[in-house]
DNA sequence: GGACTTATACTCGCGTACGAGTATTCGTAG
DNA sequence: CTACGAATACTCGTACGCGAGTATAAGTCC
């Protein structure tokens, strides 16, 4: 399998696409990002930014043209984007929207070390997710209904599909929640005892031990 | 703000629960994770594995407790839990079941940059996408009805839970696909001219630099 | 019994992520 | 006009992630 990515970092690909529209400087790139709030739709950390830069330019995905100076302050080098990184970019955006790739969320891992916390507090933590999670859908979809009155469409389906995760996943948790405060839960004494006594009895311990499925 | 996790990587999560239920060396934590099909609830990389113990120890999560040897085999340091660890596994799991956190998925990423693509391509990846989301649909349904039958609920919630959002996911997929194939997405002109000149006309430009709504 | 594969049990090192820090300049309120 | 906070524009160091490699031991097929 040849090299993946040479930047792995999403923040790469974010930094060639508005290199694309004109060359910038670092620091530009940051706000233009920032402004256009490309940070709720991918995991940016700015701390990073410079070093992504850098990287892209040793893989030649990334030019510096030259420098520019306003006034006093400190000459900033301008970059653009070679052809390689325009391919980059669109191979990259390709592979993301084909590809649905298993990467579980920290939800799910939570889901699956919940064991070892007991019913009834698992109980009042879904809960409390809930509530906060209703409380985010109400704020995203205010925020969509204002921005549809100026954005195209286009610009909308990141944070459209992001309602909807969130829908779908507070309608989840509201189920689950339905049948642990109904008790219809069904082993809710097993887990309970489970974790008073803080040791799976060896029957449970060998089941869970569920061998994958060749595939 | 007070150090946030002592060791982020989820992996040591995955360590401390196993090593509540009994002192183990390295390896034998990765055949029973292995075992539990955990590395599909979250993102694990073995390699992390012998960094992340060690990692565990040095902030007094993990204790050494000895070491045991089997026939001509390396010897192995046997790891336990201290209070502390056991401490930091219980509130690391509230805060996830509890927490929704922000993070955004390679999917929202890549609509996100999905403007650089034009409207043909981008519904040719979608429908693949959508295709590779059925199978493993089906493929997850099915895993999901034949561990029902020997392990109980409490196992495999994860599991119900990774197959509700793919579903909704791909509900979200396909009701956009449709809208783009009945050729209803408005600014679909706009969209295939940009992609054709390469050039977003400077009131889009504009546009696109949504202010955040501050918050 | 020798040659092959598979499982066991790690080690190493490169590259990178990213928080925290720094130095300068601009706006502005008194 | 000057003091101060915010914005500008980065730099640096450390710790961490993780792929790839290694070496031995145990089955196993002929």
Redesign the interface.
Known sequence: MAKRRPVAN?LA??VL?VA??RPMHPYEMAS?L?????D????IKWGSLYTVVRNLEKHGLLEAVGTDRQGARPERTLYRVTDAGRRE??DW?????????????????????????GPD??RD??R??LE??ER?VE?DRR?LE??RA??????L??SE??L???E??AA?VRE?LKELDAGE???LD??RAYHRTC??PAD??D???????AQ
């Open positions: 999403l690909l974010a696409t694309v529209e233009v920032r402004a256009r709030g490309k709720d739709d991918m995991p970019a669109a955006t390709r592979e993301l929207l084909s590809t649905p790739g298993r990467e579980p969320s920290p939800f799910e891992s939570g889901l699956s070390v919940m064991g070892g916390l507090e698992v933590l879904l409390r997710r906060l999670l985010q704020a925020a204002r921005e100026e954005l195209p469409r286009l610009f389906l990141e599909y992001a909807a995760m969130r779908a996943q989840w689950l839960f069904p082993g097993a887990w040791d799976l449970l311990a089941l869970a031990e569920r061998g994958r499925p």
